[in-house]
């Protein structure tokens, strides 16, 4: 009896071992609205754009998935002089644990259009390979006070190419880094819905 115990809890421990654990994402509280106040930010060798994000918790059970995506609306808010930011598509967020990642859907190209008056003619365009945007996020707490979350852009760096804009540009062709980051600081994400609860994600 002892040695078929034995066997069966030797199987049970392979069988444990063969079989892979199931990941899953989650947002809560389910249906909250949202905000990440201007913060994060697009940044270049002429100058920056920080950006608000907007977006909702899908209801109950989508908020709760292998992995989750919302779509969010991203506003950019404050610039640099002569500096300018223009963000169009459809944009999501995927959740992934601690890690939040923003993107234009189907990755279009020019999701993200940067200006600057220094450079009259010319266009900074992102890539469909260039149009993912990665970050952490850091859940809040509500004992023994309450804290909201907060997101950091962690400063990763996605190649542009320069192009003409309703006119002659010398530099068109040319590469430059864009990093979307929070500098060495993190940005607040606000529970418009019920304020005193902080948006929780978790894996």
Not at 16 to 24: C, F, G, Q, R
Not at 52 to 80: H, M
Request: proline share 7%; with cysteine; net charge positive.
């Amino acid at each position: 009896m002892k040695q078929k115990f034995a066997l069966l809890t030797i199987l049970g421990a392979l069988l444990a071992l063969a079989v892979p654990a199931i990941s899953s994402a989650s947002m809560y509280p389910a249906g909250a609205k949202f905000e990440i106040p201007a913060g994060p930010s697009f940044s270049t060798s002429l100058g920056n754009c920080t950006v608000k994000i907007t977006g909702q918790v899908p209801s109950a059970p989508a908020n709760e998935a292998a992995s989750v995506s919302i779509p969010i609306t991203p506003t950019v808010s404050t610039c640099s002089s002569g500096f300018s930011t223009t963000m169009t598509g459809e944009w999501m967020l995927g959740v992934s644990g601690v890690a939040f990642t923003f993107g234009a859907y189907n990755n279009p190209p020019e999701a993200v259009v940067i200006r600057s008056t220094t450079l009259p003619g010319c266009k900074l365009s992102s890539t469909g390979a260039s149009a993912g945007y990665q970050g952490l996020f850091l859940n809040g707490t509500t004992t023994p006070k309450v804290m909201q979350s907060s997101y950091h852009g962690h400063g990763v760096a996605r190649s542009f190419t320069w192009a003409n804009d309703g006119g002659t540009c010398a530099i068109a062709g040319t590469k430059e880094a864009v990093v979307w980051g929070s500098g060495s600081g993190v940005n607040s994400v606000k529970n418009l819905t019920t304020p005193a609860t902080p948006i929780i994600a978790s894996s």
